[in-house]
């Protein structure tokens, strides 16, 4: 084993023995969430507010500053709505009816899990979803958004200055269409909504819907950078790489700044996995050892 494979073998050591001892997700407060999934797919469904429960997961997690570290899915939006947000309080409003049955989760999980069983509910991908973030009542900087100018340069600004990359930058604006063409709580009504890869199709047609939503100045942005674009053709032309795509950025989006306890499961593997780096480190140091006194020993020999 060469020095730099021992340090690398080392680091994934560490890492394992770290996972093993992070905090657990109780069993209790992970069959709570699934209940409260439960009662937000009916609430969306029934209310038809799937658009503005996605806007709210959004924009809750939207106001994380990677530089300050600061902000993030918190559940403090529910603190400040004002400006740009007012009409974020009919779905804060929505779910305090399921903040009243399952009191013990947080108002940073909520809100998150709204925003998956949103895009879920009209016809959106599944997306890895786990639980465990904590509320903060401190109200973060809302000079984060992008401002209406969008350029290819502006967007990557504000983009990457959350941690994120030129392909979320693509994925996430699938949701002007969505958000854009319903801001209030209608998600369904006479046209249904369907959460696809259409925006993508209309924007290189050049077609745009009675509500404008297709002339918003990304799409311009998208179209215009060459690494943007080669995201929208591929979008446009496979919809199932931009659900892939579109389900991991949207992951990302919900954990920003976030470090989530390990599920049971989780946990059960990394202490399992634990065990053997422990094994394997016992292995490896009785064997450094032994080879220590033999190099010692030809040593003292070649002196002789």
């Given at each position: 084993m060469v020095l730099s494979e021992t340090f690398l073998w080392g680091d994934k050591m560490i890492k394992t023995l770290m996972a093993a001892r992070a905090p657990v997700l109780s069993e209790k407060y992970s069959k709570e969430i699934e209940n409260a999934r439960r009662d937000l797919r009916a609430l969306i469904f029934i209310k038809k507010c799937a658009p503005i429960m996605l806007s709210l997961a959004l924009h809750d997690a939207w106001t994380y500053d990677a530089n300050t570290k600061k902000g993030?899915?918190?559940?403090?939006?529910?603190?400040?709505?004002?400006?740009?947000?007012?009409?974020?309080?009919?779905?804060?409003?929505?779910?305090?009816?399921v903040k009243a049955k399952h009191p013990r989760v947080t108002y940073a999980d909520l809100y998150q899990l709204a925003g998956v069983v949103a895009i879920e509910l009209i016809g959106g991908p599944t997306i890895d979803y786990a639980a465990g973030r904590k509320d903060s009542k401190e109200s973060p900087n809302e000079g984060l958004f992008p401002d209406a100018k969008e350029d290819p340069s502006h967007l990557r600004d504000v983009f990457y200055g959350k941690g994120l990359s030129d392909k979320d930058i693509v994925t996430l604006s699938a949701t002007h269409k969505l958000v854009n063409a319903h801001p209030e709580r209608s998600g369904f009504g006479e046209k249904p909504l369907k959460f696809d890869n259409s925006y993508f199709v209309e924007l290189l047609k050049g077609d745009s819907d009675s509500d404008g939503s297709l002339k918003h100045a990304t799409g311009k942005a998208l179209l215009d950078d060459p690494n943007f674009r080669t995201y929208v053709e591929l979008y446009a032309k496979d919809e199932d790489v931009f659900l892939k795509d579109y389900a991991e950025s949207h992951k990302k989006v919900s954990e920003l700044g976030v470090t989530l306890p390990l599920s049971q499961d989780a946990s059960f593997e990394a202490r399992g996995a634990a065990n053997l780096v422990s094994s394997a480190t016992l292995v490896f140091l009785n064997f450094s050892s032994m080879l220590l006194v033999y190099i010692q020993q030809i040593n003292r020999k070649c002196k002789e």
């Open positions: 993030g899915p918190n559940g403090a939006i529910r603190n400040y709505i004002h400006g740009e947000n007012t009409g974020l309080k009919t779905a804060i409003d929505l779910c305090e009816e």
